[in-house]
T-cell receptor, first 111, second 114 residues
Framework: QKEVEQNSGPLSVPEGAIASLNCTYS??????FFWYRQYSGKSPELIMSIYSNGDKEDGRFTAQLNKASQYVSLLIRDSQPSDSATYLCAVRAGGSYIPTFGRGTSLIVHP | DAGVTQSPTHLIKTRGQQVTLRCSPKSGHDTVSWYQQALGQGPQFIFQYYEEEERQRGNFPDRFSGHQFPNYSSELNVNALLLGDSALYLC?????????????FGEGSWLTVV
């Protein structure tokens, strides 16, 4: 059973701070990793994908992958109240067409 | 460029009834996946269609069935509805091949079973 674990939160950070969201996965054969943002009552929206160990930056977002530790994280710099949402981690194993999702971490950015 | 479109957006059904949800994939995408998302949970994979065939299926009972049409659009059918089927149903599309790694979601269909 492939598992993707996330702390459900909520994670509360002040405006302007760095928010750090974490995700662990059980399948060592995993090859593709995704972060989705989901606002309340809306569908998930892709933020970033990462495939290799290390960091990948896109604007205020940085995804970090450590395959040896089976750990992927998302950093949000200069957090804004508009970043308040649930962040879903998804992991796809090699040879699989289907990503497995975690239950998501709720992020609250307060002014 | 139209994204993934789903219909209807909201619907209410009675226990025991049947429901059909529809999805049109993003332009250029030929693979459609369906997910169920209960409140406070992550999306749970139901099944994926490619080339009009069910390619992979998650841990859902046979009451859940689907279809893909030649134009790549898809339907999700749920028979004998239970209260526990109340959820957000998400359709996701992707292109086949290496680029098919990434899936893109539609706005979802909210199903309430009473």
């Amino acid at each position: 059973q492939k598992e993707v674990e996330q702390n459900s939160g909520p994670l509360s950070v002040p405006e302007g701070a760095i928010a750090s969201l974490n995700c662990t996965y059980s399948d060592r054969g995993s090859q593709s990793f995704f972060w989705y943002r989901q606002y309340s009552g809306k569908s998930p929206e892709l933020i970033m994908s990462i495939y290799s160990n290390g960091d990948k930056e896109d604007g205020r977002f940085t995804a970090q992958l450590n395959k040896a530790s089976q750990y992927v994280s998302l950093l949000i710099r200069d957090s804004q109240p508009s970043d308040s949402a649930t962040y879903l981690c998804a992991v796809r194993a090699g040879g699989s067409y289907i990503p497995t999702f975690g239950r998501g971490t709720s992020l609250i950015v307060h002014p | 460029d139209a994204g993934v479109t789903q219909s209807p957006t909201h619907l209410i059904k009675t226990r025991g009834q049947q429901v059909t949800l529809r999805c049109s994939p993003k332009s250029g995408h030929d693979t459609v996946s369906w997910y169920q998302q209960a409140l406070g949970q992550g999306p749970q994979f139901i099944f994926q269609y490619y080339e009009e065939e069910e390619r992979q299926r998650g841990n859902f009972p046979d009451r859940f069935s689907g279809h893909q049409f030649p134009n790549y659009s898809s339907e999700l059918n749920v028979n004998a509805l239970l209260l526990g089927d109340s959820a957000l149903y998400l359709c996701a599309s992707s292109p086949s091949g290496v680029a098919g790694n990434t899936i893109y979601f539609g706005e979802g269909s909210w199903l309430t079973v009473v």
